[in-house]
């Protein structure tokens, strides 16, 4: 299994980004698909989490603000970040997690900095 993801870049206090995460090979039908983020000297932390049935889990750092999609046909996963904030820089990371094996699997990290 492996994870593509895609997006991110520099944008201003207020912005918007939206990122993606395409996963490849053997792909379990029951999952969870999620966004995780690290900043420097700060542990990884969950973002947001979508379940392959549509149930979706947010950081309170971020309700309101972020929204967290799927693609089931396309394995894709997706995070649409408005309002962004400096605090919302970091590495963001795509996760996908097995149900039945628990196995886990991370993409390479995006770059996401908010700044003036």
């Known amino acids: 299994v492996q994870l593509q993801a895609s997006g991110g870049g520099l944008v201003q206090p207020g912005g918007s980004l939206s990122l993606s995460c395409v996963a490849s090979g053997s792909i379990l039908s029951f999952n969870v698909m999620g966004w995780y983020r690290q900043a420097p000297g700060k542990q990884r932390e969950l973002v947001a989490s979508?379940?392959?049935?549509?149930?979706?889990n947010y950081a309170d750092s971020v309700k309101g603000r972020f929204t967290i999609s799927r693609d089931n046909a396309k394995n894709t996963v997706y995070l649409q970040m408005n309002s962004l904030k400096p605090e919302d820089t970091a590495v963001y990371y795509c996760n996908l997690r097995f149900i039945a094996t628990r196995s886990v699997y991370w993409g390479q990290g995006t770059q996401v900095t908010v700044s003036s």
């Open positions: 979508i379940t392959s049935g549509g149930n979706t």
